[in-house]
């Protein structure tokens, strides 16, 4: 058996243009065209930061199937990639998102100590959401900037070189 | 053919195509490499590293170790799969996977024969350098027949790639990453496909392992024998795995032309049914007071033979299930016609026998079964192929994905794992559509099919499908498959000559996909009214399965079915087995339809427990051997007919082995050439052309009202698998409802879930509503042969629905099916 072809289309028995918000289908259907018609699939990732922008920084496994339906996938196959992918948020987030990256460099340049930090400070442990809502502390796969780490990235603003002080500071100014 | 190369293998010079994998030339020349994630059946995944080798190309190294699986092979190529660096490599890959194991293999299912534990023996270490904690996955419940034990899982994606290209449901994948990753649904929900059990085979650790066969045996204690599969016409080869006289579980036996590698879950786990409390374990003679009396054999059989020689020979009708074997068939015959008796027939779900002088006499599947993949444009004409056929339908599924167009025309939409064209009609009302399809290719012809041609107008659909048949005709690769939705109709006859006509016209093959394991088996031997053994047809044929219901016979046999479950209409069976002098059941199975309609009863050997006969689809005669005695003093089949005729001194009844009835049938069969023995060993093959002509003046008037649609779920289609438990509470275990497209039930003023009162003739009952846009406006899908089915009429046939009060559906269910 050779590797893997493109996969069949499961076309779901849905009205497209129920699905999501116009807006959304739109811009979909943008991330689309970047393919080969048989990989239209390989707009999931996008089509989630979408929808999970337009739902306030979450996915519901409604909104997922909805996606599912709407690239003509199986369900289980939008649940793998928004499972696997730490930049998807599949339960209610604070206003804002607090990464700090795990991985190898910034683990080395003190990542653990800021996490305990703010978890001594503020009371949020990774994968908790401030009781006021403001962010929600994650605990990220490498974000891909060793070269100052430790990093942190708060919402869609990297912050180099973050010092205990630092993140607090960035917390304080978050509304 | 891809071009030849040759590669060296461990110093073993091999030959191999281009292109092709390492691991699959070494599999060849059978070279070990470890695996768990490479299946061939499956695409490739190299997600275990289990098969690092060490290889050279161009007298070049890889730097690195190299995945066996999918690694092409090139000219020249030298492959280490035992060197030192080769071995390392393996042995890190097997200490990765060993970290987050369980090792709980004492108290596994799978330990003994555990792909993991075998390949740990050779490359895992005594002593893990690992001290922290191992991860634990939460189970899901997949049903009544997949055990999850998800810590053990290895995630090599083998049951995820099985659901995603063999069943075509995407249900399990692999959800979370790293540590977190787990196989599932994600969502919770039982996993329902017809060949959901292959998982268990797949699956190399115990993380997904047989429900029913859970804790009940070690592998080391089991025997195993070869089997052939009961139920569909495929013929699944088996093995049985035995411990002492039980069969314990049920695997396939690879067998590429047949079942490839897989086999249905009906093969996988109807045999719960041999161990039943349902078991007619003893013969029995009904007292006049309605109770049973024990007997021992030589009594119930002189008294059998009593009332056989008793009987006027055209007062007796011999009614036997088209899963007995070909032994079983080719006696009851001999020994029925012996008697001077004519009236025998396996075709027990059919209405319309109209056609019985100018069918082919043995309707079979008309090609072997592996070329159904390489056809270009199919026709399927009535048949739920995946719960009839559900491995035909695997290998339509394959031609699909090869680029074939499979169309199907049926008294309600599929549910289909890949594309189709799906037109619908109700029963009575398919040779319409299918008329259209011959009108678009042009067919013409006189009478019945004739008028309906010259009237039919084609649709878009009709012509576009014709088109398909014609251009994959031209490359003699098109084909018109009639299956067992078409058999049961009114109009069957009339439906076999359009579809003559469409095939013709269209320069395609035609088919038929036979009802169960042996109704090819049961043509060869004579056991139908209109052929004696050989397929050869009577002169002076007898009653066929119906008409010995509808003239009622003094006399029945009932060989291996229920009658209320098991033939075209129950409630006119029940009425003639009820005014009938004698009825003899001969059954493995004590139901109490069989009680209420027998004065005596015989049990004989259920499958697996008997030897003999089946012949497939595809003209394959299959011989196998009793696995486990029968139960309790039941005997095989064939050696009650056998001492039968002996008591009532029939010629050439002192057979010493059901071999030696194979033989002599085969020898029959052979100077006939009528079914042509041994198809697939080169010996002659039969073809499905017409004997005659079909000769229908007039179509059937269309249907005035509602039509039943009775079609056999995939788990109510026979005695065993009735018998199941597992398979009995899976969601394809359909129970007793009415399916109604949303416009059939608006005009009824039904709503989904309302309880309705069906009713045809005198016969009704009350079952709850259904709404189902898949079923054909005027059609009811009321399925047969399910619990509660017995007291209604044809199967296909008129149907009167009306609402009822849900108070008198619950009273109905109260009362097992039974009206209140």
Known sequence: MSFRTAPLAVVHDVDKSTLLTPELRAEIDRHVGKYPPEWKQSAVMPALTLVQEHNGGWLTQDLMDQVAAYLDMPEVAVYEVATFYAMYDLEPVGRHKICVCNSISCMLGGAEALLEHVEARHGVAPGETSKDGKFTLKEFECLGACRHAPVVMVDQEYHECVTRDGIDKIISKLD | ?820
């Open chain 2, 1 to 820: 053919m891809a071009e030849q190369i040759s590669i060296e293998i461990d110093g073993r010079t091999c030959e191999a195509a281009a292109g092709e994998m390492i691991i699959a030339v070494a599999d060849r020349e059978g070279i070990p490499i470890p695996r768990f994630c490479y299946h061939e059946k499956l695409s490739i995944a190299a997600n275990c590293r289990m098969c690092l080798v060490e290889a050279e190309a161009g007298g070049r190294p890889f730097p690195k170790p190299v995945p066996a699986c999918a690694t092409p092979v090139a000219e020249g190529m030298k492959v280490q799969t035992r060197s030192a660096k080769a071995l390392d490599a393996q042995r890190g890959t097997m200490e990765f996977l060993l970290i987050n194991h369980p090792l709980d293999c004492p108290i596994c299912d799978q330990g003994g024969e555990c792909e993991l534990q075998d390949v740990s023996m050779g490359y895992g270490e005594d002593v893990s350098r690992f001290s922290e904690r191992k991860r634990v996955v939460k189970d899901e419940d997949l049903g009544p027949l997949i055990a999850t034990d998800m810590t053990r899982c290895i995630h090599c994606t083998r049951c995820v790639r099985f659901g995603a290209e063999i069943a075509g449901v995407r249900e399990l994948g692999a959800t979370g990453r790293g540590e977190d990753m787990r196989i599932g649904t994600y969502v919770e929900s039982a996993v329902a496909h017809e060949l959901s059990g292959n998982v268990i085979d797949l699956c190399p650790v115990g993380a997904l392992t047989s429900k029913p066969y859970r804790f009940t045996a070690r592998a080391w204690e089991l025997t195993s024998e070869e089997g052939i599969a009961p139920h569909d016409a495929v013929g699944s080869n088996l093995y049985l795995h035995i411990r002492g006289e039980q069969v314990m579980r049920v695997h396939p036996r690879d067998n590429e032309p047949v079942n490839e590698t897989w086999i249905s879950d009906r093969d996988r786990f109807s045999y719960e049914g041999l161990s039943s409390d349902t078991r007619l374990t003893e013969p029995l003679r009904k007292r006049a007071d309605g109770t049973w009396e024990a007997l021992d054999w030589q009594a119930a059989l002189h008294l059998t033979a009593d009332v056989l020689r008793g009987s006027d020979p055209d007062q007796i009708g011999w009614l036997m299930a088209p899963n007995a074997t070909l032994e079983e068939a080719y006696l009851a015959q001999r020994l029925l016609r012996g008697l001077g008796g004519r009236h025998i027939d396996t075709r027990l779900r059919r209405q319309d026998f109209r056609g019985d002088r100018a069918d082919p006499a043995v309707p079979w599947l008309g090609l072997p079964i592996a070329e159904l993949e390489r056809q270009q444009a199919v026709l399927v004409v009535g048949s739920d192929i995946r719960q009839e056929q559900p491995l035909l339908a695997h290998r339509l599924r394959k031609a699909v994905l090869d680029d074939a167009a499979v169309s199907f025309l049926n008294p309600y939409e599929l549910a289909l794992t890949h594309p189709a064209r799906q037109l619908t009609a109700p029963p009575g009302r398919l040779s319409v559509r299918l008329a259209a399809v011959a009108r678009a290719l042009s067919a013409s012809a006189e009478g019945a099919a004739g008028s309906l041609i010259s009237g039919a107008q084609p649709a878009e659909a009709e012509t576009r499908l014709a088109e398909e048949l014609r251009a994959a005709g031209e490359q003699g690769r098109g084909l018109v498959l009639l299956g067992a939705l078409a058999e049961a109709d009114p109009d069957y006859t009339l439906l076999k000559e359009l579809a003559y006509l469409v095939a013709d016209a269209a320069g395609c093959r035609l088919g038929f996909l036979p009802v169960a394991a042996n109704s090819v088996g049961a043509a060869l031997a004579g056991a139908a009214p209109h052929l004696g053994p050989g397929a050869q047809a009577l002169e002076a044929p007898g009653l066929d399965a119906l008409a010995m219901i509808t003239e009622p016979r003094q006399t029945y046999v009932l060989w291996g079915l229920s009658p209320e479950l098991d033939l075209f209409d129950p409630s006119r069976a029940r009425e003639a087995l009820a005014g009938a002098a004698q009825v003899i059941g001969c059954s493995a199975f004590r139901t109490p339809d069989l009680e209420a309609a027998c004065d005596i009863l015989l049990p004989i050997a259920a499958f697996a427990e008997t030897s003999g006969t089946f012949v497939n689809a595809e003209g394959r005669w299959q011989r196998f051997q009793g696995a486990v005695p029968p139960a309790g003093d039941a005997r095989p089949g064939w050696k009650v007919l056998r001492v039968l005729g002996n008591i009532l001194e029939l010629d050439g009844f002192h057979y010493s082995s059901g071999k030696q009835v194979h033989d002599e049938l085969a020898a029959l069969c052979a100077q006939t050439r009528g079914g042509g023995a041994q198809v697939c060993d080169g010996g002659t093959q039969p073809d499905n052309a017409r004997r005659g002509d079909y000769g229908l003046k007039q179509p059937l008037p269309a249907p005035d009202g509602l039509m039943r649609v009775g079609n056999v779920p995939i788990y109510a289609g026979d005695q065993t698998v009735r018998a199941a438990p597992a398979l009995q509470h899976t969601p394809l275990a359909e129970p007793l409802a009415l399916h109604l497209h949303p416009d059939t039930a608006a005009g009824l003023g039904l709503a989904d879930g309302d309880a309705a009162e069906v009713a045809q003739g005198e016969r009704h009952t009350v079952v709850p509503v259904v709404i189902d846009d898949a079923v054909a406006p005027g059609a009811a899908r009321v399925p047969a042969a399910v619990p509660g089915s017995g007291v209604l009429g044809p199967a296909m046939g008129p149907i009167a629905v009306a609402k009822a009060d849900a108070s008198q559906l619950a009273a109905t269910q109260m009362l097992g099916g039974q009206p209140a």
